[in-house]
Structure formats: structure tokens, C-alpha cells
């Protein structure tokens, strides 16, 4: 988060993917960012959630546990980037300006 704060991004972080999901009722958020392996829900599973429900929300996924297939499942459920950690700071930097860009 310091370093998204530091470039200039506003930034809320939540605990879980269903703390996220109560709190989009005060707005929709310019990009999200989500780890693969969220506790009771994965960041692929809010993805699908979020499309079930009509929410468009640009998503970047990372993770630590790449494995055969979830690089694509994630971007066929819309996913806007695929970040594979340890997170290099201009890649993700990059992506989240991409996934900005697109959505507007």
C-alpha cells in the first residue's frame, strides 16, 4: 500500500473479499487488486462474482502460486492483469495505469 500511496494513488485495503463486496455500496473503486489466495473466496472467485452481478471493476491478480491454466481462467473472467509475485513495483505500477486507462 506504501508504495501505491506513495505514487500518488488513493488506496483502500480491505480484509477479505467479502469486506471488499460491503464496502463497494459507497462507490465503485477506479481498480481493484486482488491476491489469487484470499481467504473464503479467491480472487478469481470474486471476479466471477463481481461479473454475475453486472459490477465492471478493472482487476489486477497476483500471486505466489502460478499454476497451469489460472493466468488464463483470470483473464477470461476479466481480469485486466496477471502478476506473478515477488511483484516487481513498475509492472505493477504499469498494469494498474493500463487497467486505468481501459476502463475509461
Known sequence: MRLLEASSYEVEGFGSARDLLSGLAA???ECLIVD??????TG??????????????????ITAHDEPGTK?????AGAAAYLLKPLRK???LTAI???IETST
Do not use: K, Y
Request: some cysteine; overall charge neutral; proline content about 8%.
Open 27 to 29: 462507490g465503485l473503486p
Open 90 to 92: 513498475a509492472s505493477l
Open 44 to 61: 478469481l472467485e470474486l471476479q466471477q462474482h463481481l461479473a454475475r452481478t453486472g459490477i465492471t471493476i478493472p482487476t489486477i491478480v
Open 97 to 99: 495505469d493500463r487497467a
Open 36 to 41: 489469487l489466495q484470499m481467504p473464503n473466496m
Open 72 to 76: 488464463e481462467r483470470c483473464i477470461a
